[in-house]
């Protein structure tokens, strides 16, 4: 062997042997934050409303029910017992059935009043409307974002809206079947999807009126005999009531 191969051969033993201490640690990244779900499929644990009797599990759903038999009179929630919710993702699936009149939804970043009503934002849908899906105030300034529309509100609580095109026009889902609604509030932005499609959004800026936590809860609302079921409920915390993850 001449004396430049062994020159080489002696340089990558070298760096073999002292790689370790020559090349930096890596950075450590931290875990992403997984869904977990809010919902075991078959039973109401974790779940409470002021009456449990309009509430029970069928066919692997939360379902609550009006019937001539058991009519109700004022709206009803059946809230997640895990706390408030800040800066989050929310998916879940769900589907009404019963008369064409029949208004449904959820409430998030909300809270119960002394009544076991509930005021804050809300996912409201309703059959038989052209816009079926929309971005709703609850005992407050109402609909925030249709359908197809984006809703910027300022400081001062002035809304600026513009068209979300794609989401405008025929719908791509039936509330009477299974759709999945992901809802993902970060700040003052609330996006909503239905089946994976932009649908609304809003940007509240204004202090006076918009909610960074609040509770999650499952609403049936008053009306003539109806059937509400959810499914499938994963929650992604991003950003706890608390400030930290």
């Given at each position: 062997?001449n004396?430049k ?8 033993a ?19 934050a997984?869904?977990?779900?809010l919902?075991?499929?078959k ?22 029910k009006?019937t001539e ?5 004022e709206?009803l929630?059946l ?14 699936k769900?589907?009404v ?56 509100f ?17 719908p ?5 079947e ?30 006076n ?31 706890t009531?608390?400030g930290?993850?």
């Amino acid at each position: 062997m001449n004396a430049k191969l062994r020159s080489v051969i002696l340089f990558f033993a070298v760096l073999l042997v002292g790689g370790l201490a020559i090349v930096p640690a890596l950075p450590v990244i931290a875990a992403e934050a997984e869904f977990k779900k809010l919902f075991d499929g078959k039973t109401l644990d974790g779940w409470k409303a002021a009456d449990m009797t309009y509430w029970s599990v069928e066919d692997g759903a939360i379902t609550g029910k009006i019937t001539e038999e058991h009519p109700l009179k004022e709206n009803l929630y059946l809230i997640w017992q895990g706390g408030e919710l800040a800066d989050f993702e929310l998916k879940l699936k769900s589907r009404v059935g019963g008369s064409k009149e029949i208004n449904n939804g959820f409430q998030f970043r909300s809270k119960e009043l002394p009544n076991h009503d509930v005021a804050g934002y809300q996912v409201d849908n309703n059959l038989n409307t052209e816009w079926l899906v929309r971005l709703y105030d609850e005992h407050g300034r109402e609909t925030l974002a249709w359908r197809g529309q984006r809703t910027v509100f300022d400081e001062g609580g002035k809304a600026a809206n513009t068209e979300i095109p794609e989401a405008k026009g025929a719908p791509w889902f039936k509330l009477e079947e299974w759709h999945e609604y992901h809802l993902i509030c970060a700040g003052p932005r609330l996006t909503l999807k239905v089946d994976g499609r932009l649908a609304a959004e809003v940007i509240d800026n204004d202090p006076n009126q918009r909610d960074l936590s609040g509770i999650l809860g499952l609403q049936l609302h008053t009306g003539p005999p109806t059937t509400v079921q959810f499914k499938d409920i994963q929650l992604k915390v991003l950003k706890t009531a608390g400030g930290i993850r």
